[in-house]
């Protein structure tokens, strides 16, 4: 029962590089979320999918782009990186509202 | 103002302690709430879910008050395993989007 599996759990870039990070769900959730989440914020919301082919910009939207390839996944892609984007990353799943599973996140450095 | 907000804590409690942590939401619309715990470095867990009639599972309680848009956890008997970070979640009529607190960190010691 894997839930939510997030890849890579590490990773640093330097400032300008690009890189997706990927995300798999196996619970048949048809929402996904991407958020980061910074010392002292809490949990930002980048980008959601309600459902497969839509996605909707959430709280922090600007630097990232998103694609719900099908329902099992939803990647988040870093274009230009910039050294604000480090952060730990974190992937959801749900389905309604009752209760997220999140994967275990990605720690990116941008230097 | 934030729409959910918490005491960042650190609340430091000794083991066999009672403890409780509120949480307010600014949204009344408001429709669903929960608990969720992350340790250091770790992905958030649900720990519950909060209904109007207040609910129960071994040592943690989950209250909601409605008319005063708070939300608070009491635990138990505190361990030293319950040491972690307890966000306080909300979401709103309709979506299922959620959206978190920044977290009061628990500190149980010896």
């Known amino acids: 029962n894997a839930g939510v599996t997030q890849t890579p759990k590490f990773q640093v870039l330097k400032t300008g590089q690009s890189m997706t990070l990927q995300c798999a769900q196996d619970m048949n959730h048809n929402s996904m979320y991407w958020y980061r989440q910074d010392p002292g914020m809490g949990l930002r919301l980048i980008y959601y999918?309600?459902?497969?082919?839509?996605?909707d910009k959430g709280e922090v939207p600007n630097g990232y782009n998103v694609s719900r390839l099908n329902k099992r996944e939803f990647s988040l892609r870093l274009e230009s990186a910039a050294p604000s984007q480090t952060s730990v990353y974190f992937c959801?799943?749900?389905?309604?509202?009752?209760?997220?599973?999140f994967g275990s996140g990605t720690r990116l450095t941008v230097v | 103002r934030k729409e959910v907000e918490q005491d960042p804590g650190p609340f430091n409690v000794p083991e066999g302690a009672t403890v409780a942590f509120n949480c307010t939401y600014s949204n009344s619309a408001s429709q669903s709430f929960f608990w969720y715990r992350q340790d250091c470095r770790k992905e958030p867990k649900l720990l519950m879910s909060?209904?109007?009639s207040g609910n129960e599972d071994g040592r943690f309680t989950a209250q909601l008050n409605r008319a005063s848009q708070y939300i608070s956890l009491l635990i138990r008997d505190s361990k030293l395993s319950d040491s972690a970070t307890y966000l306080c979640v909300v979401n709103t009529y309709n979506t299922d989007k959620l959206i978190f607190g920044t977290g009061t960190r628990l500190q149980v010691f010896p």
């Open positions: 959801a799943s749900s389905e309604r509202s009752y209760g997220y599973t």
């Open positions: 909060v209904y109007s």
């Open positions: 999918s309600a459902s497969e082919g839509t996605t």
